[in-house]
């Protein structure tokens, strides 16, 4: 199954002075248990769009399906298919309200109905996986924590949702380059633990690029175009159109492709980069040999 937008236009403060037209008339299948990666410049429409993949707002027209079911309908179905998408907004540590970081992370989960051992489970899967001990960490207030761990809380609110959707929008905004890479790594982990379906909004090509199994590129409340990372980034026009650039490491290889190192352009990681460098580099050093002999 699959989350389905399709055809929704949204307009803001429609039939005023401030009318806008946020979204216009976007297209798109989020595949089950990938990681589906949404990017745009600011004002292009992405953190609008998010916002319709679990009701959180109605589109003007269009209509969004969760596993088949139109969220806008009434109904029992309609309220778990909205229920199955959790949403982590930018800066999620303002969201927090509780008295205790595991009163603010059982929120959720006591709001479904689950049992009193139910929720105390998922509160420690959940801080677990942001890395904050429970022992030393749920009964402070989260507003007495870091800035830090003010977000691992605020994400890990939602993740003790287990939603089958988790929807992050610019979840390492912020952080320090090693603070992106543990976030990143403990997302990824959670999506292969977990097995659930990421949509991961970003700025950051490189993350896309490493972390993304499709990317949606977002321009002007349309969608310029969608594919995987290596079908995206090889359209570098459309890239740059919209505002974006390709991950740092392709400028890299380009510039060492433009110095003479026999590499191929089209490298969008640090992995594949160490690779062609290295093969370069022992290509080289195998013909500087073979002269001398």
């Known amino acids: 199954m699959s989350i389905e937008v399709r055809n929704i236009s949204y ?23 990938k990681i589906t990666a949404i990017a745009g410049h600011t004002g ?31 109904g029992q179905a309609a309220r778990q298919a909205r229920r199955s998408v959790g949403m982590v907004f930018q800066y999620p540590e303002h969201q ?86 543990e976030l990143m790594q403990r997302i990824l982990k959670l999506h292969r633990q977990e097995k659930n379906t990421i949509v991961l909004v970003s700025h950051s090509m490189d993350d ?18 969608e594919g ?12 740059r159109q919209a505002g974006l650039d390709v991950p740092q490491i392709t400028n890299i290889v380009k510039a060492l492709k433009a110095g003479g190192m026999d590499i191929p352009s089209d490298i969008y990681t640090m992995d594949e980069a160490v690779d062609a460098i290295v093969r370069a580099m022992r290509g080289k050093n195998r013909a500087g040999g073979a002269e001398k002999c």
């Open 11 to 33: 307009i803001y403060m429609p039939k005023s002075p401030y009318e806008r037209l946020a979204l216009d008339d976007v297209t798109i299948t989020i595949p089950e248990g």
């Open 44 to 74: 292009s429409g992405k953190s609008t769009l998010i916002q319709h993949l679990n009701g959180l707002i109605s589109p003007s027209q269009g209509c969004v399906l969760v596993d088949g079911v139109d969220i806008a309908a009434k």
């Open 96 to 181: 927090l309200f509780e008295e205790t970081v595991e009163q603010d992370i059982a929120f959720g989960p006591k709001n479904y109905g689950l049992t009193p051992e139910e929720v105390k489970e998922r509160v420690r899967f959940a801080m677990d996986f942001v890395q904050l001990d429970y022992e030393e960490y749920s009964q402070r207030s989260p507003f007495q924590l870091s800035g830090g761990q003010m977000r691992r809380t605020a994400i890990a609110g939602v993740v003790a949702l287990r939603p089958k959707y988790l929807v992050l929008d610019e979840p390492t905004a912020g952080l320090d380059p090693k603070g992106r890479e």
């Open 208 to 225: 896309i690029a490493k972390f993304a199994d499709n990317v949606v590129i977002m321009n002007r409340g349309r969608v310029l175009m």
């Open 228 to 239: 995987t990372p290596r079908e995206v980034f090889v359209r570098e026009d459309f890239i």
